[in-house]
């Protein structure tokens, strides 16, 4: 079982940075995919980015460039640092993870934090 509790959304101005976090209550972190999502108003839910539990990543192409996902393997969190945030950046951000020894795909997911980019 893994539970996540994301942290760290709000109100920022565009150009501005926040940092998001997840928190991850497993045992099995290490073999965890951790992944940002984002759900903006009226629209369909996406991956913004992975990061695998050896660290390599991957960025949607609307991100790519301003937005860094990295993990802490001793503290079982994950982070995304967005950095030149856009009104276009407002939406619900998820935490995500799966298991890359899963033979089956099931993934785990947080209760979203809300991060608005408005002046």
């Known amino acids: 079982q893994v539970q996540l509790a994301e942290s760290g959304g709000g109100l920022v101005q565009p150009g501005g940075s926040l940092r998001l976090s997840c928190a991850a209550s497993t045992g099995i972190f290490g073999f965890l995919v951790m992944e940002w999502y984002r759900q903006a108003p009226g629209k369909l839910r996406e991956v913004v980015a992975t990061?695998?539990?050896?660290?390599?990543?991957v960025y949607s192409d609307s991100v790519k460039g301003r937005f860094t996902i990295s993990r802490d393997n001793s503290k079982s969190t994950v982070y995304l640092q967005m950095d030149s945030l856009k009104p276009d950046d407002t939406a619900v951000y998820y935490c995500?993870?799966?298991?890359?020894?899963?033979?089956?795909?099931?993934?785990?997911w947080g209760q979203g934090t809300q991060v608005t980019v408005s002046s």
């Open positions: 995500s993870a799966y298991d890359v020894r899963a033979r089956i795909r099931d993934n785990y």
């Open positions: 990061v695998s539990p050896g660290s390599s990543t």
